[in-house]
């Protein structure tokens, strides 16, 4: 370790130990998803099933409440539901990385875990960063033990991207085919449209530019975090792109994430499927685990929304969390996307919901199963949330406090036939006919107790409370 990276390791010690012992004072800290120790996360990085345990490494600043210098934080799992603070493994302390250690995923092999990652240096001057100015190489460190990691290799070099790109390629996504390593890269054009690079290698060490992908018509200006993978024998282009118009009914964030169904190795506009309506889902990252099961994590938060609403963990010192994992599983030409079934290890059993009970009174986290037999539905959780379906339209509307800003957002359901609310004190997940359709948004409650109540012509539901998830520090 550098004297830097050793001075930098002590503050961050000192900054985590405060804010863990705090943890629990804060109302809005959560019981199930996982936060920053202190300071501000945003996307889920590195996942990966390794020596008997989950990994999950995020973007991390934990100095700036609002997000600064980028670091990688660490947490590690043996079932998804207790996990372990693994501390930061990696610190923006190379002329490779000075300005932040930014977005990359894991390649987990028998011995060893590989990092791929993106280094962010940005040059002193009169710079747009956009088309100058900026450095963004990527880098390689690998680890036999999943926690420490060796040397940072730069394995290829901004000089080596190709010409017709901004500074803006980023975001490495590492996986194996047919005995051959590839990479997949966002990235900005200088025509201004959002793309994904690929590459291969043998070795991991030396990569080759293998050609480019993008839709035929522009579909916004920037693509960042890109996934492959193939679901159920379907390959699939995960992107999260910037620039696309907003409309009423899909597309209503700032800034989007979601799929393209690859048709002959091509992707369409029109094909894009976001992963999730609600407020708060960006960047998600996939990787297969040892069940063989593909399993997605999102940042639950959105870059650049400051003007859209204020976040109320500002003033607790902490800003961000991550979904819950959730297992995916391809039909019907879709994604559909449900927690996975771990999470039911953290239910309490409280009671069955009917015709004849429809309302029950609820304080801090829970989780809700849905059956609607026909008709419209409507739940609202007073003082929080209410979500509606009414004329093929399903809409998630904030009461005015606990949307802090945010009104409502809409997703086009024909029928709604279940719903899963996954509940934690100030986020929540919602999960419509088995995670067919999913808002992710944050909320912030005046007080913990609220009442759900349940309109519907027909249904039959159960009511659990949640336990917290158990997190230690290594
Ligand atoms: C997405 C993103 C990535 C980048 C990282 C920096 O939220 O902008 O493209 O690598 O965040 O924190």
Redesign the pocket.
């Known amino acids: 370790m550098s004297t830097l990276t050793k001075v930098l390791a002590e503050e961050i010690r000192k900054i985590e130990e405060t804010k863990f012992m705090e943890r629990d004072l804060f109302p809005h800290r959560l019981t199930h998803h996982l936060m920053p120790p202190a300071g501000w996360l ?2 889920p990085n590195g996942l990966c099933y390794y020596k008997g345990r989950y990994h999950v490494f995020f ?1 991390y600043s934990p100095f700036e409440v609002k ?1 600064g210098l ?1 670091f990688w934080g660490h947490y590690s799992s043996e079932d998804l539901v207790s996990w372990r603070y693994e501390g930061v493994p990696l610190y923006p302390d190379s002329p490779m990385d000075c300005h ?1 250690v ?3 995923s894991a390649l987990a092999e028998k011995d060893t875990m590989h990092l791929f990652y ?1 280094g ?1 240096v940005k040059l002193d001057g009169d710079y747009d960063y956009i088309n100058n100015g900026r450095i963004t190489s990527t880098i390689h460190v690998e680890s036999t033990d999943g926690i420490r990691f060796g040397v940072k290799e730069e394995v290829i070099p901004a000089s080596q991207y190709p010409e017709d790109y901004t500074c803006h390629i ?2 490495p996504k590492v996986w194996k085919e047919h005995d051959q390593y590839h990479m997949v890269l ?1 990235g900005r054009k200088k025509n201004d449209q959002g793309a994904v690079l690929f590459y291969r290698s043998e070795d991991l060490k030396k990569w080759e530019f293998d050609g480019e992908l993008t839709t035929e018509k522009p579909f916004g200006y920037m693509w ?2 890109p996934d492959v993978f193939e679901l159920d024998g379907q390959k699939i282009l995960s992107v ?1 792109p910037q620039g696309v118009k907003r409309e009423k009914y899909r597309y209503q964030n700032i800034y989007l994430s979601g799929y393209f169904v690859m048709k002959e190795e091509k992707v369409q506009a029109e094909d894009f499927c976001e992963w999730d309506m609600g407020f708060d889902f ?2 998600p990252q996939t990787f297969l685990d040892q069940k063989g099961r593909r399993l997605l994590i999102g ?1 639950m938060g959105m ?1 650049d929304a400051d003007e859209e609403y204020q976040n109320r963990t500002l003033e607790e010192g902490w800003q961000h969390c991550l979904t819950v994992p959730r297992e995916l599983r391809y039909q019907n030409g879709k994604i559909y996307q449900y927690p996975v079934e771990e999470l039911m290890n953290l239910r309490r059993w409280e009671k069955k919901l009917s015709q004849e009970d429809r309302e029950v009174e609820i304080e801090g986290a829970f989780d809700l199963e849905l059956q609607l037999e026909k008709g419209s539905v409507k739940v609202v959780l007073t003082d929080v949330f209410t979500l509606e379906h009414k004329d093929g339209i399903l809409t998630l509307t904030m009461n005015e406090e606990a949307g802090a800003g945010r009104s409502s957002r809409n997703a086009c359901v024909e029928q709604v036939k279940d719903i899963r609310i996954l509940a934690d004190t100030s986020a929540v997940e919602i999960y419509v006919n088995q995670g067919e359709v999913v808002f992710s948004s944050r909320f912030y409650g005046k007080t913990p107790v609220h009442t759900l109540k349940i309109e519907a012509e027909e249904f039959r539901g159960g009511f659990w409370k949640l336990e917290k998830m158990k997190i230690i520090k290594a």
């Open positions: 945003n996307d973007q997000g980028k932040g930014y977005s990359g993106t962010n980023r975001d966002g960042e975090c999260s960006y960047a940042w870059p």
